[in-house]
């Protein structure tokens, strides 16, 4: 049985992407393997995981770290049978770090009917192979060099490959920083493997100093990714307008 140092377990609602304002489950998984600039979410390994004491309170309790993945299993199942649930994200951090865990809690909640949802920044393309068949939908970001000071464009190819099969959609964050032309690299990324690809792009929530990129620019950075593929959507963060987790 595989364990994982966990950050926090509650239900609440999906406030990006395609499956903005769906009731899920989240497991955020501690460690990254990245360091982006923008970086809202604290993943650091801690002794105890936060876990809510009934599906969305918003009131927690304190699970001595690392948890098992069947007593994860046990704590969705609670929650499922309190709330009807869309799906359980398991989010980070990087949660392919942990991708057994994942494949083990996944296994464990099968008979439930409730989706299995990745949100990952797509780049560990092996550990998401090892678990695909256990995975439902699929929320990739792409990383832009300007943001985060490295290109993985290569890496971000050979997921959306591994994932292509799946549903899938790609979040691109988009700052004031972001220029036009590596926005575009990252479009014709997702082209070079399949125009059909949901495209979410998401303006950057101003935090560690990164500006928010202007109306003007939303509207023309989505314009230019509209002419090389069929589907992109501008949605933000949703769930800061009213303080969900
Ligand atoms: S990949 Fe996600 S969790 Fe990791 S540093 Fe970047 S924004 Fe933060």
Redesign the pocket.
């Known amino acids: 049985m595989s364990k994982a140092n966990v950050i926090e377990i509650f239900s609440s609602v999906q406030g990006e992407g395609k499956y903005l304002g769906c009731r899920q489950i989240f497991i955020r998984l501690a460690d ?5 600039a ?4 604290n ?1 650091l390994r801690a002794d105890c995981c936060r876990v809510e004491t009934a599906a969305g309170s918003m009131i927690f309790r304190d699970e001595k770290n690392p948890l098992d993945a069947a007593q994860v299993a046990e704590i969705i199942k609670s929650f499922c049978g309190e709330v009807p649930t869309h799906s359980v994200s398991f989010t ?3 949660p392919l770090l942990h991708w057994q865990f994942i494949g083990e809690v996944s296994s464990a909640i099968k008979n439930l009917g409730v989706k299995i949802f990745l949100e990952t ?1 797509g780049t560990l393309y092996n550990e998401f192979e090892k678990i695909s068949g256990a995975v439902d939908i699929v929320s990739m ?1 792409i ?1 832009l060099p300007g943001v ?1 000071g490295q290109n993985l464009f290569k890496v971000h190819q050979k997921f959306l490959r591994a994932a292509q099969e799946k549903n899938l959609y790609v979040k691109i964050v988009v700052a004031g920083e972001t220029t036009l032309e590596e926005f575009l690299a990252a479009v014709d990324l997702i082209a070079s493997v399949d125009k059909e690809i949901l495209l979410i792009l998401q303006p950057v929530t101003p935090v560690g100093g990164v500006k928010a990129a202007s109306a003007e620019k939303i509207l023309s950075f989505q314009a230019a990714a509209l002419r090389k593929i069929k589907n992109v959507r501008v949605i933000p963060q949703t769930h800061k307008f009213i303080n969900l987790l």
């Not at 990254?32 to 982006?36: A, Q, S, V, Y």
């Not at 923008?38 to 979410?41: G, L, P, W």
Request: proline share 0%; with cysteine; glycine share 12%.
């Open positions: 990254c393997n990245l360091n982006c923008y970086c809202d979410t993943f980070g951090g990087e920044n970001d990383k985060i």
